[in-house]
């Protein structure tokens, strides 16, 4: 049996093992998944007492990507350019540091929602880790315009301006954004975590595609997006999924049937 796991401060939450379990049935293999709850200040230790009883791979979630991104020996560009790691692979002697959050993500709005980004005007509100993690992927898509808007200005410009070789990236504040409409929001604040919606115009909703990067009940976000007319509204239940299909893949080189697990999440 292959072990695999996810580390996470809290963790009991995690949907990861049943995902998880589910690929394995699908794809035949004999694997174990299991939740890790590190000390705050004991990722390291936890980590390496993992792969010491043999563990093949590992997934990392709040608050250890960063410090998943230094544990790793080697580094995708995904990785690098996200600045964290939330997939790592033991290979011999290596850490090999993957990041699947940002192509979980543009694989559950193109493949599952049909989504196209060619050409799209995107707002990103939000500035911390969970943009950077998205940010390439998303640019890779070739959006017309790629918006970053966060509360504190000064970090959504910084971002913009780390991305702009990728692409039509800009930075701005919250209460930049204009009362007119675009293609797609997604939101990437953790306001949702504090049952907060980003105080911003209420125009920019109109007939957009608004994805909240949280997943479970309706979040402040989606019910601010129905309210004022998107024209659809998801949650981020099929980027987790995607995340961790990815990263299933990465260790197993087995690509698994993503939607029958959303569709079985999901009742
Ligand atoms: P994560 O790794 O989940 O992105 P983070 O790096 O702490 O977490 O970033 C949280 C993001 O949510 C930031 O962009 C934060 O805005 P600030 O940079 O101004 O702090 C944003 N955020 C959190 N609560 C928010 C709220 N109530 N309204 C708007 N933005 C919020």
Known sequence: ??????FGNPIAHSLSPV???QFAKQTGLDISYDKILAPVDGFSSSAHSFINQGAKGFNITVPFKIEAF??????????????????????????LGE????????????NNLDISLKNKVVLI??????????????LKQSP??????????????QLALDFSTHGKTCGFGLDKIKDTPVDVIINATSASLDGQMPNIAN??????????????????????????NA????????????????????WTEKQPNTQAVIKHLRS
């Open 231 to 250: 024209k659809m509204v998801m949650d981020g239940l099929g980027m987790l999924v995607e995340q961790a299909a990815a990263a299933f893949k990465f």
């Open 203 to 228: 125009g920019v909703a109109n007939g957009a595609i608004c994805y909240d990067l949280m997943y479970g009940e309706q979040t402040p976000f989606m019910n601010w997006a129905k309210a004022n």
């Open 1 to 6: 049996m292959e072990r695999y796991g996810v």
């Open 19 to 21: 995902i998880h379990a």
């Open 99 to 110: 990041n699947t959050d940002g192509i979980g993500l543009v694989n559950d709005l193109v």
């Open 144 to 157: 017309e315009r790629l918006m970053i808007a966060n509360r504190t200005a000064s970090k959504a410009k």
């Open 70 to 95: 230094n544990l790793a020996t080697q580094l995708s560009l995904n990785a690098k350019t996200a600045g964290a790691v939330n997939t790592i692979k033991v290979d011999g002697d290596e850490l």
């Open 125 to 138: 509100l939000g500035a911390g880790g969970a943009t950077r993690g998205i940010l390439l992927p998303l």
